[in-house]
Every structure is written in structure tokens, then in C-alpha cells.
T-cell receptor, first 111, second 114 residues
Framework: DAKTTQPPSMDCAEGRAANLPCNHS???????VYWYRQIHSQGPQYIIH???NNETNEMASLIITEDRKSSTLILPHATLRDTAVYYC????????????FGGGTRVLVKP | DAGVIQSPRHEVTEMGQEVTLRCKPI?????LFWYRQTMMRGLELLIY????????DSGMPEDRFSAKMPNASFSTLKIQPSEPRDSAVYFC????????????FGQGTRLTVV
């Protein structure tokens, strides 16, 4: 599975958009980009995933570059409850959706 | 569906004792994953099953760890004998591998070996 690189931490102001970058330069053509988050002491929670196109759901937007070597997760209006560790993961559908977690980005939303 | 159910939520045991962690996946999901989380090593995939068959157990740390999935609705992770370094939060997750989609995680079991 391709590895990902994320900044270890970032702060965001409440109500503002949070843009979380992820590099996955070794991603292969059939690997998806997944984003999960983990709020303190809870199990990881799925946010969004994509292959080539940008994706949006009720939680966030995922922007994938044309060469697929990087992506950005956008939380449009961050709230205090969005404080969490955010993980960017690449994985094969064929591998049973096996998810290999890296260090993630610790996001602190401040009032 | 109640989601992925893990039991117990907390377990404190003495070194050398056998520990069994349990997981009930979401009905209809055909993949099940066991993860371990510590401050030092983060979230590590231990093993995953597809259609009740272990597919990849390369993350299992050593022979003291074993996992079974006797049927589609139940899995166990056993540590025998337990050691203090096994103290961690153990998560179980399940997903439907028919399409690339989300994995659902349980609330975890916090294991403390003293």
C-alpha cells in the first residue's frame, strides 16, 4: 500500500474552513484515498473517500490533484467538535479495504 | 444495526493471564479487522478476515496473539500469556468489501496488564 505524509498538527479557528493536506506520491491507479478521524478515546470514524474526482458529503470535501499524488480534506466550517486526529489513508478495494493508518494530523479547533 | 460491538470495554488483568477480546461485526459485512493503538506505535493493523478466513496476519506481534472468526457474526482476539507491553486499546472494525466504502469501528477495549 502507498504511504501517506501529513503534517503532525494544525490549528483552526472555529467557523473557518480547515484545509488538511496529504501527500501520497506513490499511489497506484487502483488505490483509493480515504479520510478518517479519531476523536479522543473513540474508534476512528469514516469521513470520505475518492479515486480521481473531487468528492463532497455532509461532513467534508475531498480535493484530489489531477496526478493523484496529493489531496486535501476540507472541513468547510470547523466546530469545536471537529477537534480530532485526521488520518489520510490509501488502500486497495481488492485488499478488502484494508486500512493502514499513519500518524495523522492532530487538528485543534480554537474558539 | 447497533454498530460494531466490542466486549469488554475495559479489562485489567495480571501478567501471565489469558485475555480474550470479543467483537460482533455489523450484520452483512464480510471483512473484519483487529487493530491495536498505543501512544508509541499509533494504530496498528493486527489481522484481518474476509468471509471468516484470515487473509493477512502479518501484524500479529507474536505467537502469544491469536485471532479466530468462527462465524460471520463473531470474532475473538486472544492473548496468552499476557504481558504489560500488551496494554493498549484494541479496536475491531468491519466493512463490506463489495464496494470501496467505509469501515465501521467499535468503541474499543482498553486492556491494562499489570
Amino acid at each position: 500500500d502507498a504511504k501517506t505524509t501529513q503534517p503532525p498538527s494544525m490549528d483552526c479557528a472555529e467557523g473557518r474552513a480547515a484545509n488538511l493536506p496529504c501527500n501520497h506520491s506513490t499511489i497506484s491507479g487502483n488505490e483509493y484515498v480515504y479520510w478518517y478521524r479519531q476523536i479522543h478515546s473513540q474508534g476512528p470514524q469514516y469521513i470520505i473517500h475518492g479515486l480521481k474526482n473531487n468528492e463532497t458529503n455532509e461532513m467534508a470535501s475531498l480535493i484530489i490533484t489531477e496526478d493523484r499524488k496529493s489531496s486535501t480534506l476540507i472541513l468547510p466550517h470547523a466546530t469545536l467538535r471537529d477537534t480530532a486526529v485526521y488520518y489520510c489513508i490509501v488502500g486497495h478495494k481488492a485488499a478488502g479495504n484494508k486500512l493502514t493508518f499513519g500518524g495523522g494530523t492532530r487538528v485543534l479547533v480554537k474558539p | 444495526d447497533a454498530g460494531v460491538i466490542q466486549s469488554p470495554r475495559h479489562e485489567v488483568t495480571e501478567m501471565g493471564q489469558e485475555v480474550t477480546l470479543r467483537c460482533k461485526p455489523i450484520s452483512g459485512h464480510n471483512s473484519l479487522f483487529w487493530y491495536r493503538q498505543t501512544m508509541m506505535r499509533g494504530l496498528e493493523l493486527l489481522i484481518y478476515f474476509n468471509n471468516n478466513v484470515p487473509i493477512d496476519d502479518s501484524g500479529m506481534p507474536e505467537d502469544r496473539f491469536s485471532a479466530k472468526m468462527p462465524n460471520a457474526s463473531f470474532s475473538t482476539l486472544k492473548i496468552q500469556p499476557s504481558e504489560p507491553r500488551d496494554s493498549a486499546v484494541y479496536f475491531c472494525a468491519s466493512s463490506d468489501t463489495g464496494v470501496p466504502t467505509e469501515a465501521f469501528f467499535g468503541q474499543g477495549t482498553r486492556l491494562t496488564v499489570v
